[in-house]
């Protein structure tokens, strides 16, 4: 391991925000793969990181949400993996500098491994290959997030173990269900935690989905059921079209108003998903100073 997790989960941290919609704003266009900004346009990615970082993030992740053999395949980029992979690592790591560590970033694949669209093995290689581009270029861990399946969380989280030695943070997307508190695939906080605890996971947590409101009741359900460090990126509440436009309707200090609870709740970890911005996390970073001071 790289540097002390102990160090690390002894206190709050603070986490980024969203990364698609900041590379958008630098001119990223609809329907483009933003991992292919790592090698054509490294400066725009190594903006987005380096704002977060200035915003007080603890911890920033990489531009390789995405970067696995099956979604760059649909940009005819299958066969740049490693190449894109290990490029956001390496521009993460340059922004993060000295003090800030780099999560690098692994989601699903877009294949539902229950209805076993494709070999669990050729998904197992993605991940592995995706994880082992991440760690040659530099990455002091890695964040499973967004997952909706069960299945397929243990099947990234085996695979990337076994490909690396650096932690690997266990993250699914709670939306639904009567509470709100239940993946697409009906699985549950407690299920996620007996996953991470059976398969090593460093931390468990949840991201994307709803607004921190919800991610209270999530939090709370994952600290009843593990002792691991927990990890929290909810987005600026539910989306909404606005003149064509999706919108995200909360702003900096609203967003951070849910901190404390989260906080209270468990979190470990604390930061932004879709909608969120460097002012979002500035908020957040005030907000985990002053509980800190309290």
Known sequence: MAFDWQSLTSKVRVLDGAWGTELQKRGLAAGVAPELWNVDSPGHVEAV????????????????????????????????????????ARISKKAAGQE????????????????????????????????????????????????NELDELALALEAVRKATDVPVVACMTFASGPDGTMTMMGNKPADLA????????????????????????????????????????????????????TVFPMGPQEYASFVPK?????????????????????????????????
């Open 100 to 147: 800030v560590k780099v999560f690098a970033s692994i989601g699903p694949t877009g294949r539902i491994v229950m209805m076993d669209e494709v070999p669990r093995d050729r998904i197992s290689a993605a991940f592995a290959e995706s994880a082992e581009a991440l760690a040659w270029g530099g990455a002091d861990a890695i964040v499973l997030e967004t997952f």
């Open 262 to 294: 989260l906080i209270r709740a468990g979190a470990t970890f604390v930061g932004g998903c879709c909608g969120t911005t460097p002012e979002h996390i500035r908020a957040v970073r005030a907000e985990v100073d002053a509980h800190a001071q309290r």
């Open 194 to 245: 007996r996953l991470a605890r059976r398969a090593g996971a460093a931390a468990v947590g949840a991201n994307c989905g709803v607004g921190p409101d919800n991610y209270v009741k999530v939090t709370a359900l994952l600290r009843e059921a593990t002792d691991l460090p927990i990890w929290i990126k909810p987005n600026a509440g539910l989306p909404q079209i606005v003149k064509g436009q």
């Open 49 to 88: 990181a380096r704002s977060y970082v200035q915003a007080g993030s603890d911890v920033i992740l990489t531009n390789t949400f995405g970067a696995n053999r099956f979604v760059l395949d649909s940009h005819g980029a299958a066969d740049r993996v490693a190449q894109l992979a290990e490029a956001g």
